[in-house]
Nanobody, 123 residues
């Protein structure tokens, strides 16, 4: 099972980025998917999650109203649309997959992880 996040980059505060997560080696539409981020000198932080069908989503308070998680099961992709970005959103962003959709924010509830993509927001 492999997950690959992409779409990161450098953007000014107030700007937007869209991250993508592609899965291989698994039936992607059978897995709930989440985004986490790792800030410098901090623990991995929950960002958002989406159920297998896309019908349920959940967000961290820090990103609710600015970020949108979605998925296209036909393409095997999960997206994180990030708008109104702030410098404090600067982090390495990771996608994770698991068999059960959960609103629990602990990374331990997710089974598969991919390599991250760097997002840098300048002030």
């Amino acid at each position: 099972v492999q997950l690959q996040a992409s779409g990161g980059g450098l953007v000014q505060a107030g700007g937007s980025l869209r991250l993508s997560c592609a899965g291989s080696g698994l039936t992607f539409f059978g897995y709930a998917t989440a985004w986490f981020r790792h800030l410098p000198e901090k623990e991995r932080e929950y960002v958002a999650a989406i159920s297998q069908s896309g019908g349920r989503t959940n967000y961290a308070d820090s990103v609710r109203g600015r970020f949108t998680i979605s998925r296209d099961n036909a393409k095997g992709l999960v997206y994180l649309q990030m708008d109104y970005l702030k410098p404090e959103d600067t982090a390495v962003y990771y996608c994770a997959a698991g068999g059960v959709f959960t609103t629990t924010t602990s990374p331990s509830r997710w089974d598969y992880w991919g390599q991250g993509t760097q997002v840098t927001v300048s002030s």
